[in-house]
């Protein structure tokens, strides 16, 4: 996926392309665990869609969830909801880091070699 120390810098061009497939790849990642979200709180806690579009999006956001569950069933499932969507988080920054600072490491070795 990414160039050899020995092949030129990429162009600014083709590092935004670089990049917006990254974020292309987390809006995808996010997607899936807001539905998976939305469907855990709507047959487990029986929220409404929205209620349960907002539980998940909290939690994705790092806020915490919004109002009470009504079973264990529900609690256990926000749990590890929560502990997942805390994955997410770091595996986003993950993602978005990687091209940026490969690109930096890249451009440093290219300018060492040429002294």
Do not use: C
């Not at 069933?73 to 997410?88: C, P, S, W």
């Amino acid at each position: 996926m990414y160039e050899h120390h020995t092949v030129p810098l990429l162009s600014r061009g083709q590092f935004a392309m670089r990049m917006a497939s990254h974020v292309g790849a987390i809006g995808a990642l996010v997607a899936i665990s807001l539905l998976v979200g939305m469907v855990g709180y709507h047959a487990l806690a029986r929220m409404s869609w929205v209620d349960s579009f907002l539980n998940s999006s909290m939690l994705l956001g790092g806020m915490g969830p919004v109002g009470d569950l009504p079973n264990d069933t529900a609690k256990i499932f926000a749990g590890v909801y929560a502990l997942y969507a805390g994955l997410v988080f770091i595996v986003s920054i993950g993602i978005i880091i990687a091209p940026i600072a490969h690109r930096i490491l890249h451009r440093l070795h290219v300018e060492g070699k040429k002294k």
